[in-house]
């Protein structure tokens, strides 16, 4: 569970439309959908993630007293919807992409249908927690199609944008494929590996570079990364050799250096010459500073000696594309397809699946958008049942399985779409049943 | 209080070197400064946020039970940390610019001074906690500075990375002068002004949106912003005018409308006419949709009859520049200065303070880094003391305040620092003592 799980985290108009729903007696069965409209420039597919905090929330949400009192003094509303939030609780259905699923454009990931009110009610929390999970999720996922199988930890909390962001960046990645994080309260929360050793700071509060390393030895004997760059990174791995032979006498082994500044390739084939030559294959080279995929990648053109990399800032702001065009809206109400039609946000009406279809190869060949009522001979659909009648009707999907779907999912991919830095789209065709609602809808409601 | 208050929120590293420090009786006093290194190339100032978030966190930080168990099991760790831990709370000092402080590359913003462990202790979470509140109090200021008293509000939830995020950007951008927040929990929590009216979504719900205008004015007759983009703005229009007739012969006035899509600045000058030409300049016309301080400054030249202006996913993930290249470093410890040296990273040793110097117009001149225990006889000192001994000095700063410092601070500066394009530097100077304390420093850790 989330810190916040009260429905109050929410735009005001939400509530405001609330009231005249109930003033109206509007409280039909609508139907939403979470999709992105378009996919930002960088990215040509985009990780599902961030479900299991959103059922979570579903399951839990409620207004508590004094949120209800603060309410009831905005001016803004009448006893009628204070009552009526005093009462809530999430009861609708919730069809869903399973987490670690690829998607794309106007795809539905997530489908609520209930009364208007309850679907009103969770919708900004529901978009603040799917995009962020999304967007680190895909970010991580790039990173490992760059680094292959290096090492990869998240390293993003002090930079990620408050707390809740560092905890779900550090679930986000690690479903993606990372190896583990910094963050501790993460690593509690949710059993990812935890990582760390030292900053710069423990360096320069010893007398020497020399003296630190030793302290570090005796009080992390298994867990022996060393930090070379504070002062001059060359010196600094002649200083780990020197340790590793006093080590030695004493069966203790030096994982790896860590390097955090200047030129990474550079720095790096230095090092590993240095730690070569005196007999150290053995002690890892770990890189950390602005990393990303693209700087991954052209590491790896440089064939650069590193095992390893610690990533953050990039990761948790999703530095190159740190928001979704991505929205929830109304599709049905009462029955009857809904869709806007605003300049560049228009939507596909009504309830929809997504079929995937593979090549023979068992790459992505297309989606297609449908309506949830079609039942197409052939596809997968990546919509599937989570919720009914406000009650879950799994168990979390253990974060395992999670990694081993992205794992699955990203082999899927044709070289296009693994492409980092050119854009390739995936083609998404419409149902004809759909195309004919679409047109029906237009007609209904000719603005 | 944020609803995250453990240290437990930290990267393991600190852990690992607190470890090292108990094990070695390195806990003598250090002081640690948090500053930005380099202004990202959008901003040419940075407004101090957090402060208070940050003093709130350092007042009750303590570990629980369940978290000392956790990190018992993990391997990581010996008993003393763990004892250690179990009674920590933070004891030091504290100084700080007030938050709304304009501030530049290189100066302490927060300069904490207490025992080696403690320091570090809190080090992840400072920098969680000042970073994005930064972030978009500087953001919300240069949107401010493009509106000049045009209403703007904070639209930004949905987009904002996690719940914390959503929050602390209410809280932020209101403090650098934004008019109010749509997010109702951050109103609540912090006595900011809450607005919001309807969605695409309302619309859609009814048969018509005339229906949906009307029934919005029965249950919101005070709160009368009426959304007309959801099918085509100009007829949208047509609709307020006639709902318009209809009220006036209930007394009940239409504060504004509402467009969210298309060309801004186009559709808006569209709409004026208009209402104008039908008799009702007094509906005002509210903007939002991908707006930033950019495109105000475009709007502003078009003259576009914009009334206000709902800010979101740019403000709420400073999507022009997502991260600080921010640091908290070891300055001193033990009573000798230390200093980082790494490529690109290096700092200016020792506890400091800075000074700020103003033309005779009141116009910021320059501000000169000084050390801590300088006094010079021109300047004004920008840090000052908020917690001694872990207890703090005086009660938190009332929000209505710190909105204030900041128009004051945003009137000092120079016409080349308020351009919203154009990157401009400002001179900070060292003080010689700072230069001969770099200097002896250098000498003394040859690395």
Known sequence: MTAYESPQLTDLYQLTMVQSYLDHSMEDKAVFEFFVRKLPPQRNFLVAAGLEQLLDF?????????????LASSGY????????LSKFQFTGQVDAMPEGTLFFANEPVVRITASLPEALLIETRLINLLQFPILVATKAARCRLAAADKRLIDFGLRRAHGAEAGVLAARASYLAGFDGTSNVLAGQQYGIPVYGTMAHAYIQA????AQAFQNFAVSQPNNLVLLIDT?????????????????????QAIKAVRIDSGDLGHEA?????????????????????????????????QEAPID????????????????????????????????????????????????????????????QLCLATETPEQGQPLLQP??????????????????QR?????????????????????????????????HQTDQRFHG
Chains 1, 2 share one sequence.
């Open 58 to 70: 579903l399951t839990h949400a409620h207004f508590s007293d004094d949120e209800l009192e603060y």
């Open 77 to 84: 509303f009448q006893r009628n919807l204070i009552d009526y």
């Open 206 to 209: 010893h007398d020497s570079e």
């Open 231 to 251: 002062y001059d990174c060359s010196r600094g791995a002649e200083r780990v050799i020197e340790l590793a032979k006093q080590l030695k006498a004493k069966n």
């Open 269 to 301: 084939a230095r090092v590993r010459t240095q730690l070569d030559r005196s007999g150290h294959p053995e002690i890892g080279i770990f890189a950390s500073s602005s990393v990303d995929e693209y700087l991954i990648e052209q590491l790896k053109q």
């Open 308 to 367: 390893g990399y610690g990533i953050g800032t990039n990761l948790t702001t999703s530095e190159d594309a740190p928001f979704l065009n991505c929205a929830y809206k109304l599709q049905e109400y009462a029955g009857i397809a809904r869709r806007k039609r605003s300049q560049g946000k228009a939507t596909w009406p009504g309830s929809k699946q997504v079929y995937r279809h593979l090549r023979s190869n068992g790459q992505l060949d297309y989606d």
């Open 386 to 403: 989570v919720i009914r009648n406000g009650k879950r009707l799994g168990a979390p999907e253990p974060l395992d399985l999670l990694r």
């Open 406 to 438: 992205v794992k699955q999912q990203l082999s899927m991919l044709t070289p296009a779409l693994t492409n980092l830095s050119k854009a390739a789209s995936f083609a998404l065709k419409i149902s004809p049943s759909l195309q004919q609602l679409t």
